[in-house]
């Protein structure tokens, strides 16, 4: 019998339910991590939206932040939505002078580029690499959401914000991937869509 596909999703704070039932929903064994020892039996990690400070501080407080790193160097596949964006990202524009992250993808993110909750706002996107990604548009929420200001030669642009939105947004890079990790500006799990963690699932399968 084939072993269940086993993905954590970091527990420490965020929205870290909304996943789970994603994951369920693609019937994959989603497990909870706040010990550096529920990392051990994992293929992949997803990395919630919630506060990228507060988040930062409690990996380092729950003794978190080496073994993932570890793993993530060692190539466990990885998703980051939203703060989970900025804690993927090798480099970070306006972080707090303490801030750091656990990196591993080579890009430059902008914490709260798309400014306060008041300006949180929903686009559909254009997205190729999903199911039907172009024919039927993935509605995108943006929350208090950073963006991709720089990607380096291994990344690949999965979407934009449409040229035709207003202000600095426009064609903005929202979700990107390098090798087995991948990031979201926005939060596929409060939609309803299951396709960007079908995507990542399909990743960490072929892992």
Not at 6 to 15: F, S, T
Not at 91 to 98: F, I, K, L, P
Not at 139 to 161: M, N, Q, S, T
Request: with cysteine; net charge negative.
């Amino acid at each position: 019998m084939t072993a269940p596909t086993r993905i954590g999703v970091l527990a420490v704070q965020g929205d870290v339910r909304e996943h789970v039932h994603a994951l369920e929903c693609l019937r994959v064994q989603a497990i909870t991590v706040r010990r550096p020892h529920e990392l051990d039996e994992l293929d992949g990690i997803v990395i919630p939206g919630g506060e990228s400070t507060v988040m930062d501080k409690l990996v380092r407080a729950f003794g978190l932040q080496g073994p993932l790193r570890d793993r993530i160097t060692a190539g466990m596949p990885a998703y980051g939505s939203c703060a989970g964006m900025i804690m993927l990202a090798d480099r970070v524009t306006d972080a707090t002078a303490d801030q750091q992250t656990l990196g591993g993808m080579d890009i430059t993110v902008r914490r709260n580029a798309f400014g306060r909750q008041v300006d949180s706002f929903e686009a559909d996107l254009s997205v190729p690499a999903i199911r039907d990604g172009v024919a039927e548009p993935l509605r995108a929420v943006f929350i208090r959401a950073p963006w991709v200001e720089d990607v380096g030669a291994d990344v690949e642009v999965l979407a934009r914000v449409p040229e035709s939105a207003e202000g600095a947004a426009a064609g903005k890079v929202v979700m990107a991937r390098q090798g087995s990790l991948l990031v979201t500006s926005f939060h596929p799990e409060v939609t309803g869509d299951l396709r960007v963690h079908e995507y990542f699932v399909d990743l960490v399968r072929g892992a």
